[in-house]
């Protein structure tokens, strides 16, 4: 078992010995610093090669959500811990239910902090995970390894798609087991480590770009942005009290004061504020609009004809609104 092993990751990329850093335990700080750096360059470029499958996947996160459904992140260390951060940063972002995106990581909660060993290893693991959530057909489950043969992220996979989920593997090797128990296959190739198998650096940084790109072009997709404006982020704190005054500020032209009373109004709903303050309608009217459009905020202002502002303000710059409207 163990030659087999080690027989395996003799062929993976991500296990291979970078010839460029052979010496980089003789070098000084900002040596080391630039081959780390001159790294990470590489990666962006290897990601592109993979935007349409990931768009493929996109476009299944978008039809499950749509469906009320869920997206599930499972791997194990650095893996599972990247989904979990991708994870729970869509709840405050975009202002959905902290399950509409799940993540699982082999060993469980504690894992977060400190390695669980052997939890990774296990197929029927990743499996049990999946059932303790109550998986259903209409999820999607994305796997997550940068080698791309971790046993609980297979299983969970295997599981997945006995159930009929639509199924998605992220690894950083051409020939990774996981693609071979997926729908869509995701694979940015890195290449080797600055540290021969510290999968933590470039195929970590590979695998967050991708599940950056996952949740926020599908929570684009579902209305959650108007133009590139966050407007359903959560006001939880100062901080994010403040940002939704920006949000609503920059999209209607608004003085603070009047971005103030109509946030106060609407609880700080800045998609709400914004619709507001650009329909003119009263409140009960434009929570309607918003409704009647999915929660599309452009859609919904064209639907109403945006009584104070010409259609082709809505093809224009926010700041501009309230310039051609004439107020």
């Known amino acids: 078992m163990n030659q087999q092993l080690i027989n395996e990751l003799a062929q993976l990329a991500s296990e291979a010995r970078n010839p460029d850093t052979w010496d980089i335990d003789l070098l000084t700080s900002e040596e080391i610093l630039r081959k780390i750096n001159h790294a990470d360059s590489e990666v962006p470029a290897a990601v592109e090669k993979e935007i349409p499958h990931i768009s493929r996947a996109v476009d299944a996160i978008v039809k499950a959500f749509e469906a009320g459904a869920r997206l599930i992140y499972m791997g194990a260390g650095t893996s599972g811990r990247l989904g979990i951060l991708d994870a729970v940063e869509c709840p405050p972002t975009y202002g959905v239910g902290e399950d509409m995106v799940v993540a699982l990581i082999a060993g469980g909660e504690q894992a977060v902090y400190r390695a669980q ?56 090797n051409k020939f990774a087991a996981i693609a071979q128990e997926a729908d869509i296959a995701i694979l940015p190739e890195v290449g080797p480590e600055i540290l021969t198998g510290s999968t ?64 106060q109004m609407c609880e700080h709903n800045a998609k709400l504020a914004i619709m507001i303050i650009l329909s003119g309608l009263p409140r009960d009217a434009a929570e309607s609009a918003l409704q009647d459009a999915n929660g599309f905020l452009r859609l919904a202002l ?20 309230r310039e051609e409207a004439g107020t």
């Open 117 to 172: 060993e052997g939890a990774e290893d296990s197929l029927e693991l990743g499996a049990e995970d999946l059932k303790k959530i109550s998986l259903s057909e209409k999820d999607v489950v994305v796997g997550i390894a940068a080698s791309g043969r971790t046993p609980y992220v297979i299983g969970g996979l295997r599981h997945a798609r006995k159930l009929g989920c639509t199924t998605v593997a992220l690894s950083c």
């Open 200 to 263: 933590r650096m470039k195929a970590g940084t590979a695998q967050k770009l991708v599940l950056n790109m996952l949740t926020t072009a599908s929570m684009i997709r579902l209305g959650k942005s108007f133009y590139n404006l966050m407007v359903d982020v959560k006001a939880t704190n100062a901080k994010l009290v403040s940002r939704t005054r920006r949000i609503v500020m920059e999209a209607t032209g608004a003085p603070l004061e009047e971005a103030d009373r109509v946030l």
């Open 302 to 321: 064209q639907n109403t004809q945006a009584a104070a502002i010409p259609s082709e303000a809505l093809h224009s710059k926010p700041r501009q609104y």
